[in-house]
Structure formats: C-alpha cells, structure tokens
C-alpha cells in the first residue's frame, strides 16, 4: 500500500439550487472569504491558480490548481493539482432532494508530496484523515453562511 496516496469524499446537502451552488464553486478565488482554511487563492491565468490551505494540524500545504473540465449543465468543476500534493479534485452539483437544495459531491485523489506529510505518512495517516474531514466540515459550514447571505 502506498500511504502516500490518499482517496477523499464528502457530500453537502446545500439549502439553495444546484445552480447557485455551482456558481460559489466556481469562483475558488473568493473561497478564503468563506472557508476559513483556504488561506489564499492567488490567479495566475483563467485557469490556473496557487492555493495555500491551513486546517487544525500545524503545517501549510501550498498547491498549483489547474481547471482541467468544467461543464455547468452537468454541474461539474475538476482541477488537477501539482505542489504539496499531485492528483485532482472534482465537485459535482446536482440536485438534492425536495424543494430546490442541491448536493455538492468533493472527490478528491492525491499523493502526498510535502517532506513532512510523507515522513510521518503511516503513524500520522489518521490524524491526517481527521484533520481533512475537520476542514471539510467548516468548508460547508461555512458556505452555509456564505449562500444564506447571498
């Protein structure tokens, strides 16, 4: 097994259409404005940009995004990534159940690249895993926030 690769899902049940969710999703530049552990989104191009991510865990991981398929009418957004980690990360929005809320589905595959995550890879690997789903839980708690103020 290789313990550097890591394999993620989450799904938000979000109160608010498919269509808006998807339009919050596909401005990562405001994401820092909404999930507190996207430190910063810095643009580089219409497709590419530098993100730099803090959760509970005491180190920074620092990453180059690239847009590699975005389709609205399928509500997907995936971007393959290069840095601290190497793999990619793809939302997909669809509807959710009653009304008008929609689900928000984040799969992501990666391989550690940071010296220090690949270091303590085995002894760490659960720690690493809470402190992902600690990070994606403000993520959604926050864009809860975020579309009721919208």
Known sequence: MDWTRYRFRSLWLLPAPPATV???????????????????????DHRTGVIVIRSVLPYTMTFTARAVHREPAAGVLQIDVTGDIEGWIRWTVTTGGPGTCASARYDQEVRVHKPLLRRFAVPGRLVFRANHRLMM???????????QAV
């Open 22 to 44: 998807y339009a919050v999703l596909d401005r990562p530049e405001d994401y820092p404005r909404w999930w507190p552990q996207v430190r910063e989104v810095r643009r580089l």
């Open 137 to 147: 839980r403000a993520g959604r708690r926050g864009l809860l926030r975020h579309l």
